[in-house]
């Protein structure tokens, strides 16, 4: 079997082989390799036997359809014996043609899908079965009838036999109404024109000429050359008592016949029609209305050509009628053209081109008046996508394509034409200058959208993208734009571009992001919410609740948006709260400062809880979905996280994993969550249900660290508000228990400033380096309230008492530590709290650092001074505070 690629030893009888073969006429040769199948190209070895001339070959061919040994390897089979029409005997054609037909044994699949060619190529066989077929096809009433290849095959064995051209002028004669369909008015005069019997064939064209233009005006109907032959020596009369009668109804019967008419070779029998043609044509006029008339006028041709440019008018040919016409006419003849041209560049489309230059041509020296081109255009007819590229083919070799470009937006902003043609018809080229001339506004925006629905992204996208980068202030592309694309719409609006904005077009660019923003837009958003100029304000908060609306539940929060929480305004607190609610982010920066502003009260810190709340209930679901060994690789970063939300409801599922009765005997789940009830009770006071239960925790649990936790928590609860002492304590290495003196005895008036300070202090060291800055000051805060109080015991000054107890920012910390330092016994404590005073006040960002940014040393010194100092003046507050409070009851 033959294979369809050249490998191996079969490459010897390939396409060079084959080629010798054929020249040296040797097929005997050809026959063999046929037999074998030995060759590379069995389709090219089947041509060759096609045009051999052979018989024997193309019985071997013909008994190939029937055998199908080779189907796989010749599709082509059908095309090639249809091609060259090889003949083969009556009884091989016979049998190709039952199996053709045949439903119990068909032919091959590969060859049964070119049926139609086969067909063809039978019906050049001899055989009486064949007649019989060719009969039937050419009258019409066969499954074939309409086909190409077969068609013209039976017309031409009708043309080729006599006695067949007299069974179909009888059959047509018994059945006139194969003649009610344009298909059949053509079918007819086919088989007319190729019958040999001038009787026969006269009688049916007297007929067919009388029938012909009662044609409805759905049928098609065609001006053939054998049509025209026809109508010229048989049906003149007819036509020409038709044409005379009365006004031609405008159908495809009347169009043939007058482009017949047009056609006649014969100048008297043509010129008979002529006056009867022109005197009774209201709605039709022929293409080749010229070639049978006297010349014409200009006034001729402008009526004619006025006739033929109305909307609903028939021309065929019609490039030759705009040729012919005068230059005076050229208006004209583009509209003409534009309304019947066929294909941009074709024959009536060079002509009109030519009619043009004669219109818009400004010379060598002059510039081209754009608006007389423009008034010259027949844009009316422009209804629809082919006619646009039509004319848009004719303008593109007239004009430059900046002419062009100025042409097409004059007509478009004078409503000459619409959008998506003005599109249509701007080169590529010229696009990005088409929408600088437009100017901004609702007819450059339908511009943009017409672009957009007629162009690829690759062409549309990159235009875009340079109008709206010029764009400015305008907002006009942008917001068409948006709705489709939004990278190109916000994507060149960076920081530079952002600030020169004008103050309307800010709010303009946060409404669409409003509407269309997506994520790809989060750096754009981030951006404007954190321009922090007073102005931005509202739109800074429009711009972090947008964010957070495309961002993922429990992502981290970008550094604009986090801007507003560090924002003095407490609008814009709140902002931030909400948009946390929202996200609900599990970053301790972000918790601990929601915390530290909860902590802080009023508005802001009612919005930050509500926050906190969020992300708490959304840890205890995740929690409660978390089973097995995940839980136990998950779940400690959560419980730690429910401790610093110092949520209410947490603390269900922070007891419930310490103690005898943890849900999970897991020892990191167990110092997980001791660890994070730790942190949870310095901000949240316990109901006596939740002390019971934390005492029965720390009570069961076995292992010493969770214990620990465990039991600092319980002391801290039952502590309540004062609980943020005992990191005073700890700061000051000191145990609770060396503290026999209550808060309230130890700061008197203080305690309420130095518990703030306490707290906030916890939020900054629990922020790791990002907190530094913030630790060094709550420390110095804390140092502030111990001075104070030492001071109203210890100090020399009256005055400055009298200060400390009438203000309570007066007087200021830096003269107050200084004035301690005379006090008898606090000389090292003043030194080493000045030494933290001078730190906050050099070098944290809030005080204009100038001595250098902290670092982990500068830190630990600060708390080595606080540690140092506040021990010292926590004892020295004790000792003192059996005096005072004898003092207080005495009073």
Request: glycine content about 6%; some cysteine.
């Amino acid at each position: 079997m033959a294979r369809s690629s050249g490998e191996g030893w079969k490459d010897q009888y390939g396409s060079e082989f084959l080629a010798r073969l054929e020249a040296e006429r040797d097929w005997k040769s050809v026959e063999a390799l046929w037999r074998w199948g030995s060759t590379t190209d069995l389709p090219a070895l089947a041509a060759l036997m096609a045009r051999s001339g052979d018989r024997s070959l193309a019985m071997l061919l013909g008994v190939e359809l029937a055998a199908a040994r080779y189907a796989a390897h010749l599709p082509t089979l059908p095309d090639v014996l249809y091609d060259h029409c090889p003949a083969v005997s009556e009884e091989i054609a016979a049998r190709v043609l039952d199996r053709l037909f045949s439903e119990e044994k068909p032919l091959h699949a590969t060859y049964q899908e070119r049926r139609p060619v086969l067909l063809a190529w039978l019906l050049h066989q001899p055989g009486q079965a064949l007649d019989d077929l060719a009969v039937e096809i050419s009258l019409g009433g066969h499954s074939y009838s309409d086909v190409a290849e077969p068609l013209e095959a039976s017309l031409q064995r009708i043309a080729d036999d006599g006695s067949l051209g007299t069974r179909v002028v009888e059959e047509l004669a018994r059945h006139p109404d194969s003649w009610s369909t344009g298909r059949g008015w053509t079918r007819t005069t086919d088989v007319i024109s190729r019958i040999g019997n001038p009787k026969h064939r006269a009688e049916l064209v007297r007929t067919l000429s009388a029938e012909l233009l009662t044609l409805p005006p759905d049928e098609a109907v065609q001006a053939t050359p054998p049509f025209v032959a026809l109508m010229e020596r048989h049906g003149s009369k007819e036509l020409s008592a038709a044409f005379s009668s009365a006004a031609l109804p405008n159908t495809p019967g009347t169009a043939a016949a007058v482009n017949a008419v047009s056609q006649f070779t014969n100048p008297s029998t043509r010129d008979e029609l002529i006056e009867t043609l022109a005197a009774n044509q209201p709605t039709l006029w022929s293409a080749h209305r010229q070639s049978i008339c006297a010349p014409w006028s200009v006034e001729d041709w402008t009526r004619m050509l006025t006739r033929w440019s109305a909307a609903g008018s028939v021309l065929a040919e019609f490039g030759q009628v705009i040729d012919e016409a005068p230059d005076a006419t050229a208006v004209l003849k583009v509209r003409v053209a534009v309304l019947h041209g066929g294909e941009p560049g074709d024959y009536a489309a060079r002509v009109a081109v030519g009619a043009l230059r004669t219109i818009v041509d400004p010379g060598e020296d002059a510039e081209l008046d754009v608006g007389h081109v423009v008034d010259v255009m027949p844009w009316d007819l422009l209804v629809d996508d082919g006619q646009t590229a039509y004319l848009g083919w004719i303008l593109s070799q007239i004009l430059t394509g900046a002419d062009q470009r100025r042409a097409v937006v004059t007509a478009y902003s004078n409503d000459l034409l619409t959008a998506d043609q003005a599109v249509a018809l701007t080169p590529v080229s010229e696009y990005v200058d088409a929408f600088h001339d437009l100017g901004s506004g609702p007819t450059r925006a339908m511009y943009a959208a017409a672009l957009i629905r007629s162009q690829d992204s690759e062409i549309a996208n990159p235009i875009l993208k340079d109008v709206i980068a010029g764009s400015d202030d305008a907002f006009d592309v942008i917001e068409v734009v948006a709705a489709s694309d939004t990278e190109i719409a916000f994507g060149c609006f960076d920081e530079e571009r952002w600030h020169g904005l004008s103050s309307p077009a800010k709010d303009r660019l946060i409404s669409l992001l409003e509407e269309h923003a997506t994520s790809d837009e989060d750096d754009l958003l981030d951006l404007i919410a954190g321009d922090s100029e007073a102005s931005n304000s509202g739109r800074r908060s429009r711009a972090a609740h947008r964010w957070s609306e495309l961002a993922t539940l429990h992502g981290d929060i970008p550094p604009g948006v986090f801007s507003l929480l560090d924002s003095a305004r407490p609008d814009l607190n709140q902002s931030f709260a909400k948009v946390a609610m929202t996200v609900q982010p599990r970053d301790d920066h972000t918790l601990l400062r929601l915390r530290e502003k909860w902590i802080q009260g009023g508005k802001i810190g009612v919005e930050a809880r509500t926050a906190l709340d969020a992300v708490a209930t959304g840890v205890i679901e995740t929690l409660g979905s978390l089973t097995g060994p995940v839980r136990r690789v998950e779940a400690p970063d959560l419980l730690h996280i429910l401790g610093v939300t110092a949520a209410e409801q947490a603390f269900e599922s922070l007891i419930s994993h310490v103690g005898a009765d943890a849900i999970d005997d897991d020892l990191g789940l167990r110092r997980a969550a001791a660890a994070a009830l730790r942190a949870f009770v310095d901000a949240t006071r316990l109901s006596p249900e939740h002390l019971a239960a934390l005492g029965a925790g720390a009570a069961s649990e076995p292992d010493a660290e969770a214990s620990d936790n465990l039991r600092e928590a319980l002391a801290a609860a039952l502590m309540g508000d004062d609980a943020a002492v005992l990191l005073l304590y700890q700061l000051a290495s000191l145990s609770p228990s060396d503290v026999t003196a209550t808060p309230d005895e130890l700061f008197r008036e203080q305690k309420p400033r130095l518990l703030l300070a306490l707290k906030r202090l916890v939020v900054q060291r629990e922020l790791g380096q990002a907190g530094w800055a913030g630790y060094v000051e709550q420390m110095d805060l804390v140092a502030e309230a111990l001075v104070r109080e030492a001071y109203l015991r210890f100090g020399d000054s009256d005055a400055l008492k009298a200060e400390i107890r009438k203000n309570g920012t007066k007087p200021d910390y830096g003269v107050l530590v200084k004035a301690l330092g005379k006090a008898k016994g606090f000389d090292g404590p003043s030194a080493h709290l000045q030494s933290l005073h001078d730190m906050r006040s050099n070098r944290t960002a809030a005080h204009h650092p100038n001595g250098g940014p902290l670092d982990e040393d500068a830190v630990r010194g600060a708390v080595n001074a606080l540690e140092t100092a506040a021990r010292e003046i926590i004892i020295r507050l004790q000792n003192d505070g059996p005096l005072l409070r004898a003092v207080d009851t005495t009073a």
